[in-house]
């Protein structure tokens, strides 16, 4: 069983920076890859950025490419970095653990409960 703990979110200003950190309460968590999803209350979850078990390759929704970056550090946290941030990314990002970095949240076994991002204009 692995337990997800997201931390980082906050209300910040359009064009801000907020960087999101998922903590798992496992040290093997490079054996999984990782996701961070979003989701928005009456909307689907959506996917926002994945990563491999090495860390090696990353997938980011259109959305945020060029703007989102996720990272890990090998241990048991996994990062989000989010940069010029809209009013539209505003919603609760998640991060979840699975067997590859997939954009289907169906991929993904283990969830974390999420923190917020809000975003003002």
């Known amino acids: 069983q692995v337990q997800l703990v997201e931390s980082g979110g906050g209300l910040v200003q359009a064009g801000g920076s907020l960087r999101l950190s998922c903590a798992a309460s496992?040290?093997?968590?490079?054996?999984?890859?990782m996701g961070w999803f979003r989701q928005v209350p009456g909307k689907e979850r959506e996917f926002v950025a994945a990563?491999?078990?090495?860390?090696?390759?990353t997938t980011y929704a259109g959305s945020v490419k060029g703007r989102f970056t996720i990272s890990r550090d090998g241990k048991n946290t996994v990062y989000l970095q989010m940069n010029s941030l809209k009013p539209e990314d505003t919603a609760k990002y998640s991060c979840a653990a699975g067997s590859s970095p997939s954009t289907r949240k169906e991929e993904y076994n283990y969830w974390g409960q999420g923190t917020q991002v809000t975003v003002s204009s």
């Open positions: 990563i491999s078990r090495s860390g090696g390759l």
């Open positions: 496992v040290r093997t968590l490079g054996t999984y890859a």
